[in-house]
């Protein structure tokens, strides 16, 4: 298994323009997180999905950024108009549902937005 | 609710010595524990998980971990700590009613001195 694939790795990016993070689960992993970490704050669960439906999207910090799920196998978070405090590694994490496996995280994708 | 809680973010061991990175949790019904670590650059990875069965759960890279019911407590060690231990190291915890949604610890930077 390839594991979660995340794409791109690095994303340079200027202000105010539209930013697309990709992630590829493993397959029959049938929840997915998307995850914000920064020095500051953190490691942040963004939103939440469970057989591609968003269970839990409290932690997507305004209406700039959304994110999608159309099938099992794709997911999208999109930040529109992108900022410089939007600058992160955003990672995409799925699991399994029971047992309780952990989750697995992808490489992270790296957005600078200058 | 659950939470975590990691004493110490940030730990100092010098190379061959004991490490020790403290976690206690707080879960209303019995729960699943897990270790993850983040190299630098890197996603985050399991490292051992308590789910059922024997209480000390031994993990990848000589780690190991002890689930403490009366203390609530999920502590992290290894006997002997390798420079290429220095990373930062999260605890999670996951209620076994949940399915698989996990709620991480604040993260636990761990030094390796010469």
């Known amino acids: 298994d390839a594991g979660v694939i995340q794409s791109p790795r690095h994303e340079v990016t200027e202000m105010g323009q539209e930013v697309t993070l990709r992630c590829k689960p493993i397959?029959?992993?049938?929840?997915l997180f998307w995850y914000r970490q920064t020095m500051m704050r953190g490691l942040e669960l963004l939103i939440y999905f469970n057989n591609n439906v968003p269970i839990d999207d409290s932690g997507m910090p305004e209406d700039r950024f959304s994110a999608k799920m159309p099938n099992a196998s794709f997911s999208t978070l999109k930040i529109q108009p992108s900022e410089p405090r939007d600058s992160a590694v955003y990672f995409c994490?799925?699991?399994?549902?029971?047992?309780?496996?952990?989750?697995?995280f992808g490489s992270g994708t790296r957005l600078t937005v200058v | 609710a659950q939470s975590v809680t990691q004493l110490g973010s940030h730990v100092s061991v010098s190379e061959g010595a004991l490490v020790l990175l403290r976690c206690n949790y707080s879960?209303?019904?019995?729960?699943?524990l897990f270790w993850y670590v983040q190299y630098p650059n890197q996603g985050l990875q399991l490292l051992l998980k308590?789910?059922?069965?024997?209480?000390l759960v031994k993990g990848i890279n000589g780690f190991e971990a002890e689930f403490k019911k009366s203390e609530t407590s999920f502590h992290l060690t290894k006997p002997s700590a390798h420079m290429s231990d220095a990373a930062e190291y999260f605890c999670a915890v996951s209620k076994e009613t949940s399915g698989s949604r996990l709620t991480f610890g604040e993260g636990t930077q761990l030094t390796v001195n010469p």
């Open positions: 879960s209303s019904v019995p729960p699943y």
């Open positions: 308590y789910t059922t069965g024997a209480t």
């Open positions: 397959s029959g992993h049938n929840s």
């Open positions: 994490a799925s699991s399994g549902d029971r047992p309780p496996r952990g989750y697995t």
